[in-house]
């Protein structure tokens, strides 16, 4: 969220009219960057003894596991993934 004085500056900042100059532009990674970052090897001995071979993990807590998986995901369930952590966060 901006701030006061980023707004009186910026008005246009994070609308289509956005100068690109501020520090309120961010580049979102994109679901294929996402997913090569995110998708790994798990490597808790509890996970493994589960039979559980990959995780999702967490962006910001990267120790947090969103999902575990016995079999690598696809894009396809990694995109699902996100949108209900999303929903979580956004309540969307």
Aim: proline fraction near 4%; glycine fraction near 8%.
């Amino acid at each position: 969220m901006k701030t006061f004085i980023e707004f009186m500056e910026h008005p246009s900042c994070g609308t289509p009219d956005c100068c690109g100059q501020c520090s309120t532009v961010s580049e979102a990674e994109s679901w294929e960057a996402g997913y090569k970052r995110r998708v790994v090897k798990t490597t808790d001995a509890d996970h493994k003894e589960k039979g559980m071979n990959w995780r999702i993990k967490g962006k910001e807590r990267p120790e947090i596991s969103i999902k575990l998986y016995k079999e690598k995901p696809s894009q396809q369930e990694f995109n699902k993934q996100m949108r209900r952590v999303a929903g979580h966060e956004f309540g969307g």
